[in-house]
């Protein structure tokens, strides 16, 4: 599970465009170090998303309320600069935020 996490934050990060300089390796000169301040929360929400569940089972899954995740993909999606659930799905699964 851990190695899945961190797997998962270099992808997202990556993804935006956070770890990737000029010559495409980590902590690159002219890539400054940004953080995208993904939640452990928002980190788990966003694991299921890509696993294609559906709100209510989040939140199930997750002893949340149904609001409560919806309030977290809607963050993440912003935050991911995507179009919706499936822009989450494609980030996680391809590494890119192009939407």
């Excluded at 961190?6 to 992808?11: E, K, Q, S």
């Amino acid at each position: 599970m851990v190695s899945f996490v961190i797997a998962l934050t270099i992808t997202l990060l990556e993804g935006f465009g956070y770890l990737t300089g000029t010559d495409g390796m980590y902590g690159s000169a002219g890539a400054p170090w940004r953080c995208l301040c993904l939640s452990g929360r928002e980190m788990d929400v966003l694991q299921l998303v890509a696993e294609g569940l559906t709100n209510g089972a989040i939140a199930e899954r997750l002893v949340l309320s149904p609001r409560t995740v919806e309030t977290h993909v809607t963050n993440l999606v912003a935050k991911a600069k995507v179009t919706g659930r499936s822009g989450l799905t494609r980030l996680v699964n391809s590494g890119t935020a192009a939407d």
